[in-house]
């Protein structure tokens, strides 16, 4: 069984499920920042899913994507990484510079993830970066072998390879992520007992998680319900401290501007804690079926109301019997089996053709 380090790099080197006979697909899955604290919490946790399937796996850090010197640093890196480790396939974990970075560092079958800004707007950075991020990402998606989007509303945003694009979302740790006593958690975080807490996870782009509307649409539900808190995250809570607030918040409140496949939504369904969000992303189809929760307009009056609903019921919901298939375990086969899918394509297109295949 493999050593498991968060370090530039995590190698598996001999995966537990796999036959002896048979080498499983070598993968270099590419992740940009450090690796630390909440930083592609999401991509982290599939890599480390990923290393306890039928496939070796090792893990590069994009450290530096700021300027031009520290990019041509990072490339050469890349290379090198690439050199030594000889990757079947090389997945990188986001778009835009990280894709795009990946497929000139190789020649060799590219996988990419795109998870929401990559192809989305952000309104929290310029429009010119903006852009030229996006059209980055639609460059790596034209050289990808194969392309994962956590949302259909992603892969309608692709520009080439829509066809070959799929939909697979991020996993959810079910083990982690679990109903736990509300009091015992709100004792261990410090809030008091009665306390009426809706949850937002304001992460490190408030404006595009639309947090002004959050807090508009909070002080309207107050006058509603009475004293209530509307307590934020932003991204600096350990991330296994985040199960203790979603067990022990009354609801969760998703404002976001664009989305790809939120997260803390499918973390907050494995905690049963009812959930309250505007139409964005794939919260719509995550939600079906999951009561009590709701989707609502972009509107603060119609929110509230919508949060006072949930609050006046005070009841979990039945949010984790529609998460269950979305378990890390269950999203690291299919992905598996993309990776296996694009390996054997490759390795079939370069044998020689002989006489009785003809």
Known sequence: MAATMESDVLVQTQPRSC???V???RVLAVIPGSGEGMSFIFARRQVASLAE?????EMFYLRSRRSVRQLVGEWY???KTVKRYSPDLIHAQYGTITSFLCACSSLRPLAVTFRGSDLNSDPSIGSARRGFGFLLSQLAALRASAIICVSESLRGRLWWGRNKAVVVPSGVDLSLFRPMDKEQCRRTIGWRKGMKVILFNAGRSPSLKGLPLAREAAGLAEQMVGPLELFELHGETSPKQIPLYLNAAD???LTSQFEGSPNIVKEAMACNLPVVSVDVG??????KGVHPSCIVARD???IAKAVESVLALGVR???????AHLSEAEIARKICSIYNSVVYSRQKASTPTTANDR
């Open 317 to 323: 919901s039945n949010g984790r019997e529609h998460v």
């Open 19 to 21: 036959v002896a006979a």
């Open 300 to 302: 603060p009056a119609e």
């Open 23 to 25: 080498r499983s697909p």
């Open 282 to 287: 794939d919260v719509a189809e995550r939600l």
């Open 251 to 253: 609801c969760l409140l």
């Open 77 to 79: 890196r890349l290379r």
């Open 53 to 57: 399937t039928c496939v070796e796996i």
